[in-house]
């Protein structure tokens, strides 16, 4: 049974910093692409990051891009989610997800696997 867990949300001020972790089972890790994903209330769910399989290659919204970092781990079996200066519309519940296609792609419905999701707060 496969499963991705994700920890690290919270509330964080305006300006701060958090790193989201997302462990995966059940799955051949290394021969998924990962990504995160985010959802705010009354918003569709958003295409975040992505990394390679290898962690070699990596992928961002423009939203985020120079700000969060997305890494991965495959000895672990995990990938993390560092987002600095984090704002206020960064406000969302994130989500990670496993593709185990190669071809890059920003849809959700792509994705094979995904985690419960971590609510990230960013107040003022």
């Known amino acids: 049974q496969v499963q991705l867990v994700e920890s690290g949300g919270g509330l964080v001020q305006a300006g701060g910093s958090l790193r989201l972790s997302c462990a995966a089972s059940g799955l051949t890790f290394n021969r998924y692409a990962m990504a995160w994903f985010r959802q705010a209330p009354g918003k569709e769910r958003e295409f975040v990051t992505r990394?390679?399989?290898?962690?070699?290659?990596?992928y961002y919204a423009d939203s985020v891009k120079g700000r969060f970092t997305i890494s991965r781990d495959n000895a672990k079996n995990t990938v993390y989610l560092q987002m600095n200066s984090l704002r206020l519309d960064d406000t969302a519940a994130y989500y990670c997800a496993a593709d185990n296609q190669m071809v890059y792609t920003t849809a959700a419905g792509r994705y094979e696997y995904w985690g419960q999701g971590t609510q990230v707060t960013v107040s003022s």
């Open positions: 990394v390679s399989r290898s962690g070699a290659t990596t």
